[in-house]
Every structure is written in structure tokens, then in C-alpha cells.
């Protein structure tokens, strides 16, 4: 009874040994399916992630058997992963690589090593695609290459840019390069060899350093350390030495990338721009010198009103050389700019050079500059300067120093009022020295004094001839009392006043006959006919008086 009971127990101890047996595996089976979803799960996460790369992936195992393929892969060969699954890689594939790409996976297997294949391939469609393959080793927990997995990247359309690159870089007539932070060139395009005579071969053997002038390195070695720490540089200039050896100005723009170690620069021959500006800079000292050695001011402001240039004579003139001002509006407070004769600043819109500006071209002598201790009248003259396109680019006065100009205008003056005296004076002395006396309606006299010569005789003919004109005489008595001389040129001017007279329809008598003067009129034939003669002026009167 007893061993019947014990071995009751003993089964029943067993059974329920066994249950917990089977409910251990159950919960292990349960754990397995867990494990099992989620590896199943992250496979699937895993070959959506492939299918999202635009690159192809195939993962292939030993013999090359492919055993996941991406939609990249799939969409280039069109077809499914049923249909690839456990292909030797490429029989699909016209023409068959399958030999060459089996013989590289088992490179990758054998060495565990990366390989890099450059090859064509064509799609599905029969468009031929340049790719490049990397077939990279995956080892598992024992270290050995379980898997191959190649990413195969379509790089047609980048040859295709590069190519482009290419063309751009050798066709530009600027001067390309690739450098090393080594201080060697690494790539350069025709226009170095054009520019400086070169070969490629001779400008890569050597650090660049050695073509550039030797007074140049120094900045040179400056501009490299830039690069070196990452900084861009532009607008630099040196000069590089030809094959002939000659110099050029070579002007850089670079870009640096310190982790490739490369510095991308791009290089223009200024060697004529460099000449010309020498030419300009020597011109406008040259004109600088001209204009300084003008005896004229000149003086320039920009559009803005802003003082630009002052000559040497502009400064010494106004006192003072290129001052900041606020614009138009203070130039003449600024440069003591006053109207002539007065403590009032120059109007600011009749200023010339403010006319200049506005595009007028006006000339004014009404200005002064005020320095210590000295007013400076000017003439000045305002000129706008325009452009190539006829636009404003500044506006010029040239002016001068009037003091001079207006002491000759006052000395002038003076002499003019000096000479109208002198005119005034002298016509009132003509009027003296050949009175006309009327006597009554009838009768006039003219009473000569001092020395007749060749100009009083002129005087004497026209007030005569003006006067009876103007009285309508009948008679006039020409005394000749008061002059000294009666010779050949006396007697023939009062002979020919006595014609004239006649010819007026009046009379002459001449008065005043010394016994000299008689002996010479007979002595030098003169013909006096038609005129009457009487030793004195009373007898001359009286006999004009007579009734006729």
C-alpha cells in the first residue's frame, strides 16, 4: 500500500515536473516569437531604408548569390526580388560580367578589403548608365566576411558637369589652378602656360613660390598663411616671372578648403591695367603740377556739394584747402565768401559754383574772400563737368585774384575823368584863342592871338565858317593884330577863309595890316583880291558899319 502510494506521488511529482517543463518552453517559444517579430521587423525597417537610397545596394553572399536587392536596384534592371533572389550577380546583364564580378566579390570575401570599380552598365530600357561600384566586405561575430554589399551610384550626370567644369576651366581666359597647402600647383588650366610661357609640367615641378618676384615673397608667404588658417583672400597682387623672364601682375581670388588640404584660386594677368594706372597716377601728378602752377584758382566739389580739389593757388587765394562742410549751403561761410564791398556772405544760390552744379556756366566779379587782414575781389568762373553720359560728376570754379584789375579800373577812371577835364579845358582855350565877336546882326570879328600854325588854322576855318553860319552875317573882320608871324602859310589860310566865307555869301575884311606884314603878303604874291584890308580893327569896324 505504502509503495503504491509513494509511487502514485512520485508520478505525480513527474507530471508536474512536466508541466512546468512544458510551460517553460512555452514561454521560451513565446520569447523566440517575440525576438523572431522584431528581427523580422527591423529586416523590413531595413530594406525600406535601402529602398529610400537614390543609390543602388545589392547584398550578395558566398558564389556571389544575391540575396536582398534595393528598389534603386530593382527599378534600374526591372525586376523583382523574387526574380533576383540567389542569382550569380550579373546574368541579367548585357553584356555578361558575371565572371568579373564573381572574381571581385571574391577578392572582397578573400581579403576583406574595399573595392573600387568604375564601369557602364544599362538599364532595363537599354539607356547606358556610368556608374561607380564600392564593393565593401561585412564580417560577422567570428570576424570572417559573411557578406559583400555593393553601392553602385550613378555618376552620368556628374562626369556630365564635370566634363563641363573641364571645358569652362580650360577655355577661360582667366588663370585657374588647384593648390596644395604644400605650396605646389595641382591642377592649372592653358591660360598659366599662355600667360607666362610655362609648360604645365615645368609650373607643377616646382613650388609656386619660386616664380613670384623676390620682393613680392614676403606678402606672398603673408597671404599663403591666410589660406592656410582657412581665410579667403581677394583682390591680392603680385608679380610672377615669365619663361622669358619678364614680370607680369598676376591679381588672386582663392578660396580654401583646410580639410581637403586644397586652395581653389582663380588668377588674372593686370600686367596692362597695372601699366596704365602708372601711366594715369604719372598723368594726374603731372596735371597736378599743372594746375598748381596755374595762376588761377580751381577749386572742384562733387555733386553733393562736397569740396574735392583745391589747387595751390585756389588755397592761397582763399586761405585755407579742402574743408569738410555740410553741402551747398556752406560754402560761402565756410571760404569767407562775401559781395563785393559789403559784410554779407555770398548768396548760396548765386554762387557759381552752385549754378555749376545746377548744369549753368556763368562768369561774376562781384565776389571777395575775407582773410585777415585783407578783402581779395575775385573774378570767377563756374563750370559743371559732366560724364560720358552727359551726368553731372562735378562742378568747377576757376577764379583770379582782381585786386590788381580793380586799382586800374579806379586809376582808370580817374585818367578818363582827368582827360575829359583836360578835353573841356582844351576846347574852352580853342574857343579863346578864336573868338567870334558879333558886332551887331550884320557883323562879326575874330580877333587872332599868338602863333596860327597848321591845326589853329583848321580852328580858325570852322568857327568862322560855323559861326556865320549860324548868325547868317554878312560880314566878318579877321584881325590879325595879335599874331606875331605872317608867312606864306598864314596868308594862305586867311586867303582861303575869305574864299570860304565868300562862298557862305559874306564878306571878309582883314584888319590888324602892319607896314611888315604888308612887305610880306606883297613879298609872297599873295593874291588878296575880293578881301578888304584896313590897318586897324577900329577902321575895319567902322568901315563894315558903313551902309553899302
Known sequence: MTTHIQNGNGTADKIALLH????????????????????????????????????????????????????????????????LRDLIDAPFVDPDYTQQYVKDDEYVFTHGETLQITEEITRHDGTLLSVETSKLPVFNAAGQVAQVVAVIRDVGERNRLENELDHFFDLSLDMFCVAGMDGYFKRLNPAWSKTLGYTDAELLAEPFLNFVHPDDREMTIAAAGKTQQGLNVAAFANRYRCKDGEYKWIEWKSATFPEQQIIY??????????????????????????????????????????????????????????LPTEGVADLAEVYDAYLAGTDTLYPTEQ?????????????????????????IPLEVTGIPIVDTDGNL???????????ERKAAEVTLRQTISQEEIIRAQAATLRELSTPLIPINDQVMVMPLIGTVDSYRTQQVMDSLLQGIAANHAQVAIIDITGVPVVDSQVADALVRAARAVRLLGARVILTGIRPEVAQTLVGLGIDLSGIVTRGSLQSGIAYALQPQ
Do not use: W
Open 393 to 403: 560728376a562735378y562742378a568747377m570754379i576757376a577764379f583770379t585774384d582782381i585786386t
Open 351 to 375: 554762387l557759381p559754383i552752385v549754378r555749376a552744379i545746377n548744369g549753368e556756366k556763368v562768369v561774376i566779379d562781384d565776389m571777395e574772400v575775407h582773410q585777415p587782414g585783407r578783402i
Open 265 to 322: 584660386a582663380v588668377a588674372r594677368d593686370i600686367t596692362e591695367r597695372k601699366r596704365v594706372e602708372r601711366e594715369l597716377g604719372e598723368n594726374e601728378r603731372r596735371l597736378i603740377q599743372f594746375l598748381d602752377g596755374l595762376p588761377v584758382g580751381v577749386f572742384v566739389i562733387d555733386p553733393n556739394g562736397r569740396p574735392f580739389y583745391a589747387n595751390q593757388t585756389a588755397q592761397d587765394i582763399l586761405g585755407k584747402g579742402i
Open 20 to 83: 512546468e517543463r512544458i510551460a517553460d518552453l512555452e514561454r521560451q517559444l513565446h520569447d523566440h516569437q517575440h525576438v523572431e517579430d522584431e528581427l523580422r521587423g527591423q529586416v523590413e525597417l531595413y530594406r525600406q531604408t535601402l529602398d529610400v537610397f537614390p543609390d543602388m545596394v545589392l547584398i550578395k553572399g558566398p558564389q556571389s548569390r544575391i540575396l536582398h536587392a534595393n528598389k534603386a536596384f530593382r527599378d534600374c534592371y526591372g525586376m523583382s526580388m523574387e526574380q
